[in-house]
């Protein structure tokens, strides 16, 4: 099966920064879009920033201009760089990615657990 594990969550004080990280792992044949969403207590999960293979990252208007996301395509692994935090940056962040298992498979979406971001002010 496959697996999203990330990392780099925690408390900072506004302003401060923060990376996050997200490693597939398991059956993989082809990672197409990988990306970053958030979800604050009793709000809808939104999305962050998403970057596809061989294309640009799209962000979010709050993101844009403060948080950068890349990947490191050889170890399966999306970070996003997050500076500049806000106390409206508080939420849990999900991984995302968009994923084939086999040549003739069709792309199936994958989430991880999620780590918890927290900026105080």
């Known amino acids: 099966q496959v697996h999203l594990v990330e990392t780099g969550g925690g408390l900072v004080q506004a302003g401060g920064s923060l990376r996050l990280s997200c490693t597939a792992s398991?059956?993989?044949?082809?990672?197409?879009?990988m990306g970053w969403y958030s979800q604050a207590p009793g709000k809808q999960r939104e999305l962050v920033a998403i970057?596809?293979?061989?294309?640009?990252?799209d962000y979010a208007p709050s993101a844009k201009g403060r948080f950068t996301i890349y990947r490191d395509n050889s170890e399966n692994t999306v970070f996003l760089q997050m500076n500049s935090l806000r106390p409206e940056d508080t939420a849990v962040y999900y991984c995302?990615?968009?994923?084939?298992?086999?040549?003739?498979?069709?792309?199936?979406?994958?989430w991880g657990l999620g780590t918890q971001v927290t900026v105080s002010s």
């Open positions: 398991g059956q993989i044949f082809a990672i197409n879009s």
């Open positions: 995302y990615a968009s994923i084939a298992r086999g040549r003739w498979a069709v792309d199936e979406d994958y």
């Open positions: 970057v596809p293979s061989g294309g640009s990252p």
